[in-house]
Every structure is written in C-alpha cells, then in structure tokens.
C-alpha cells in the first residue's frame, strides 16, 4: 500500500522560510521521479518542482525559481522543499507527488498517481 506523507508546514511571515518534508512507504523513491504541487484556494492544483529519478536534474515552476530547493534523501525515502523568500502568493495547500511510471519525468497533474494529503502554507505580512 503506497502512502505519502506531507509534513512542516505552518504560518511564516512573508520573507521567512519553511521546510516540508513528504515521507514515502510502499514505493522507492530513487526509482522515479518526485514533486511538488501546491493549490490555492478557489484555484487549480499547480505544479510547483520536481525532482528527476536518480535526483540528477531538477525543475521548478517560475513562480519559484530561484526561491525553492527540491532535494531527495533516498536512504530515508524522503523529499524535501525547502522554501525561502517566502511571499504571500506562496500561501497554499502544498501536496507530494510520485510517477507510478518508473524513469520517466513529469509536470502535470495528470503525470503523477500517488498523492500524499497535503499541508498547509501560510504567509503572512
């Protein structure tokens, strides 16, 4: 049974930084790739980053780059967004994704199968 659970997030003021963390069991990271999606109230889900199967390559929405690190420890089975600069737009409900498709890379929604619950981003002023 593949689980994925989401987890540090919270309130920050506007230029704070936060760390999420979405650990995985019942599938092996290192095997596909992994993202980030976030959804705003009243809006679309959104893809936020991802990370390439072996974690050799990164890509991230522009919305975020340059401010958001993606990163994998597959000893732990674990993905992280680490999240700087922090602006209010960023305030959403932030999701971990994972291929069921092993060794492919994608950026939509429809790409990915197994969702974790999400967390919750607030960015105050």
């Known amino acids: 049974q593949v689980q994925l659970v989401e987890s540090g997030g919270g309130l920050v003021q506007a230029g704070g930084s936060l760390r999420l963390s979405c650990a995985a069991s019942g599938l092996t990271f290192s095997e596909r790739s992994t993202a980030w999606f976030r959804q705003a109230p009243g809006k679309e889900r959104e893809f936020v980053g991802v990370?390439?199967?072996?974690?050799?390559?990164?890509i991230y929405a522009d919305s975020v780059k340059g401010r958001f690190t993606i990163s994998r420890d597959t000893a732990k089975n674990t993905m992280y967004l680490q999240m700087n600069s922090l602006k209010l737009e960023d305030t959403a409900v932030y999701y971990c994704?994972?291929?069921?498709?092993?060794?492919?890379?994608?950026?939509?929604?429809?790409?990915?199968?197994?969702w974790g619950q999400g967390t919750q981003v607030t960015v105050s002023s």
């Open positions: 994704a994972a291929e069921a498709t092993l060794y492919t890379i994608g950026v939509r929604e429809d790409d990915y199968d197994y």
């Open positions: 990370i390439a199967y072996r974690g050799e390559s990164t």
